[in-house]
């Protein structure tokens, strides 16, 4: 087997998250990924020196491209996309709470393994790389909330119950205990404009 194999981080972290997508965490080892993917059981040694390091710099990973299309929708103006069911009748921050929250909703219903990762925090205080992206993430969350021009009350606590909803939401979708009547991105909807009702009186 080859010691050196192209990009070796990146293919291992991909590699990590299929495994864990559909085998778990507790299959996961450096020994069986280097195996997989053709290189010397000493090679993954050289970018992650055991397998908690792979697993945080994949949930870093996994941090990382959630904040992106929670950012992407965060940021969408509302007023340019084409009114739906879903969205008609919302204001423009309604609307952009929406899309954040449905971005964050499919993206932990593509990825539940990888989600349950990100937040796990059974072994060990979370590195310094995972703090801070898991972090920017809630920043995110948090900037969008305190940017409403109606009074939310406490964003980080609405912030918290909001997140709470949409991982309920989120794992019964992922379980498949929804009913059929139910879809996920109509729960969503109606979730956050109950909540932003309840909140803003």
């Known amino acids: 087997m080859a010691y050196h194999h192209g990009n070796l981080r990146t293919e291992l972290l991909a590699r990590a998250e299929a495994v864990i997508a559909t085998d778990g965490v507790d299959a996961l080892s450096l020994r069986s990924l280097a195996r997989d993917i053709g290189v010397s059981h000493a090679a993954p040694g050289r970018h992650f020196p055991d397998k908690q ?10 941090f990382d491209r959630l904040g992106t299309q929670l950012k992407e929708a965060a940021s969408k103006d509302a007023a340019s996309e ?22 964050y909703v499919r993206f932990a219903t593509d990825h539940p393994a990888l989600l349950e990762l990100m937040h796990a925090r059974k072994h060990r205080e979370p590195s310094a790389d995972l703090r801070t992206a898991s972090d920017a993430c809630g920043v995110i969350l948090l900037g969008l909330l305190a940017d409403s021009d109606t009074e939310i009350g406490d964003p980080e606590r609405f912030g918290v119950i909001l997140l709470a909803t949409l991982q309920g939401i989120a794992a019964l979708t992922a379980g498949g205990a929804l009913p ?3 879809h996920p991105d109509d729960l969503v909807t109606d979730a956050v404009r109950r909540l932003l009702r309840g909140s803003t009186g």
């Not at 390091?53 to 996994?62: I, P, R, S, Y």
């Not at 879903?86 to 954040?100: E, H, K, L, P, Q």
Request: no cysteine.
């Open 180 to 182: 059929p009547a139910h």
């Open 82 to 103: 084409p009114t739906t069911e879903a969205t008609s009748g919302s204001g423009a921050f309604t609307d952009r709470v929406i899309g954040t929250a449905l971005a």
């Open 53 to 62: 390091d792979l697993l945080d710099a994949l949930a870093v990973e996994g």
